[in-house]
Every structure is written in C-alpha cells, then in structure tokens.
C-alpha cells in the first residue's frame, strides 16, 4: 500500500486502523502455529489414564480432526460473509444480537486466549523442566487451596509469565514484524516436528506392541462416557482452527485468502497429530505414559536416550512458543472489534498512531494470561475446551440463520449435502458439553460461571451505557 493510500484510509475512518497485510503464507501460519501446540505436546498423558488403550486415544484424535474440519469449513462460509476482524463476535452479534456477541468477546479474552496462552506457556516451562526441574509444574513450590480451585507458584509459572510478558511486548510494535517471527517460529516447529516423527520411526528404540498393551485406567467413568469427556481435552489441541478469521481485517482478499488458509491449516495439523501420538505410543507404554505433561520429552528419551532428547526437548521448548505468540497476535483483535462497535471497554479499541497495533487490548490480555499461570493446567485444559466449544457450536448454528438472508455467499464445500456438515459439528459439541458438565461439573460451572458474567456486565453496563 501507498503512502497516498494509507492516508487515504485515515481520513476516511478518522483515526488509525488496521492494515491488509497479511497474506495466505502468514494466515496460514497463524492456524497452524495456534492449534499445534498445548494440546499435542501436552494432553496425550492424561488421555492415557483417563482411556487407557492406545486405540482410543488415536480414535479420539481422528474424530477431533473432522471435527475441527467440519468447523474450518463452516467457518469459512461465514468468514467470506464477514471479513473483518473479531471472528464469532461478529457471527453471533450479526445472528442473534449484541448481548451473545458481548459475551464470546468476554469469553474469548478469558478462555479463548488468556487462559490458553497461559496453559501452552506452562506446557513450555515444563519441557525446559527436563534441564532444570525447578521449572516442572510437578514442583511448584507454593500451592494454596486444593482441587479446582487451587493456585501454584514456582519456577514453572516466572518462566511462564516471563514468556507471555516477552510476546505481549513484541506484538505491540506492529503486526508485521510478529508476522516475520510467526513464520520463522512456526516453520521450526513443522521442522522439529516433521524430524521427530521421521527419525523417531526411522532409527528410535519403541514397539508396536503397545499399541495393544492396556493401561490401568484412572477414570472411573465409562468408556463411551470417557470418550466424548476426552474430546475436550483433544479439541483444545485443534482449537486453532479459527484462527485466521480473527485477522480476516488484515487479510489480502480474505474472500480466496480465508476459506485456503484454515483448510490448510487444520489438514497439515491432522497430519501432524496423529502422527505424533503413533509415535507416542510407539516409544512408551501407556502406563509409563500416564499423567505426563512433557510427554515429547518423555517420547524422545525413549526412542534417542537421554542425550539426543535433550536437543528435543529444547527443540519443542521453541515450537510452544510459536503457539503463544500466535495467541497474543490473534486475541486482542477480537477486542478491538468489539470495542470499535462500543460493545467492549472502549479502550479496547485503541490503536497506537505509529505501530497501528491495539496496545491497550493486548496489555491487558497479557496481564490475565500471566495472572492464570497460577491455574493447574488439567483445571486449565477442561475450562478452555468447554467455553470454546460452547460458542463455536453456536457460531456454527449460526449458519442456519444467515443461509436464510437474501445474498449470502455460499460455499460450495458446505453446500454438499448441507446440512451435514454444520449438524456434525454442532451434534458432537453438544454431546461434550452436556457429559462435560454431568462428569466434570467443576470445571464446566466454572466455564458457564464467566459466561453468565459476561451476560450481566454488558446488560448492566454496557448496554446502558450504550442507550
């Protein structure tokens, strides 16, 4: 863009804006950066407890990642309708009014992306526990209270909040040159990656046979039961899916830019995952599995020794920071385009004249993302997938009503054999929602709790302020 057409669009708006800068490479980063990351590097331990069999927990990631697929695409159609930042705001607030579309803004800045950049900062600090084990969870030095409601600090949580303080800065010196840091950490990560998965197969020590060899089971709820419970823990690791509509304001021709950039992303990212948990299990029993947050570290061990696990393990250290980067990038623009339509605080909406990034938006994310490295993470995990998947299902609904307005774009994709695609997500959300809140009510009253909250601070306050 021209120095003649930047100030062009000033004058039209009044005040500094966000840029079309981003195109398919860079939207298509941001996706694959946002889903791989806490969920594969962190969740298969505890599915292996709470399963125990190797074939369910692979069963469990290939019907997240279709899933997460039904979603990209349903999302796509109502990103072409919608290209502008701030994702299911948008969608719900056009569909079923401002008070829905306050209250995913207020979920998303709490569960959405504070609580997740907290969560995959925590999954950082535990790999770099495998040099310095002052840095695992596991040996928190202060713990106060117990269960769900229990707070830790130690070295793992300053590490953590170290992390998120370094990101939140960075991205407030314009989206460019964290879209340049974005695609060389995430390319690091498909390396690392794509190396693990290569030479874990190709030259690392592991068998085929416990793919067949059972774990004692640390759940007592039924299977079937199980299964769908575990599904919130598999879709916090494909939640990434969206990510690119949250940026669609600062997309190059968001109408071909889009729907490219989140099918992309979530097909690499399905490969990706189930070929890490194959070779998961591969390297160690589920019974050694079991409970482990660094699971990575404990697969490289396996398969290299402890030597060549380090490097690994330092190695996956870096890929999670692509994931908490990403998440600081995308957030704030769901404030900032909530603010700009007054129905978020309207500082929110604040872009600095000179790196044109929200600042007061992304300081504020920070600031609760480090606060909720105090948080346990299974706690952390179970929050998150709930409040996700409780408002994608409604922004997937949502296409019912929009597919009824005169001049809706329709996307080919989810027109065959409509409305299959849309009703299999919206099903199999429901479904964990519902076990969710009967075997983890905790947790789950926790997550409904934040959203009934939203509800009251915007008819109490904003609302009123707004009349």
Known sequence: MTIKAKMATQSQVGKPGLLRQLGFVSATALVVSNMVGTGIFATTGFMAGDLGDARLILAAWLVGALFALAGALSYSELGINFPSSGG????????????????????????????????????????????????????????IGSGVFSLTLGGGQLMASALVLGFTVLNCFGVSRVAKVQNALTGTKLLVILAFILFGFLVGTGTWQNLSTPAVRTATTSLPVQFVISLLWVMVGYSGWNAATYVAEELRQPERTLPRALAAGTGLVTALYLGLNLLFIYSTPLESMKGVIAVGSLSASNLFGPGIAGVFSALMAVSIMSTVNAMVTIGPRVYYAMAKNRAFFTAAATVHPRWRTPVVAILSQGLCAMLMTLTPFPQLIIYIGFSLTFFTVMSVASLFVFRRRQGWQRLRPVSFAYPLIPLAYIFVGVCMIGYGLIWQPKASLTALGTIGLGAAVYHFGLRRRNA
Do not use: C
């Open 88 to 143: 299911e705001y948008v969608y719900l607030t056009r569909a079923f009014g401002p008070t829905w579309g306050f209250m995913t803004g207020w979920v998303s800045f709490f569960a959405g992306f504070s609580a997740p950049i907290a969560a995959a900062a925590l999954a950082f600090s535990d790999y770099l526990g495998y040099f310095f084990p002052s840095l695992k969870q596991a040996n928190a030095t202060h713990v």
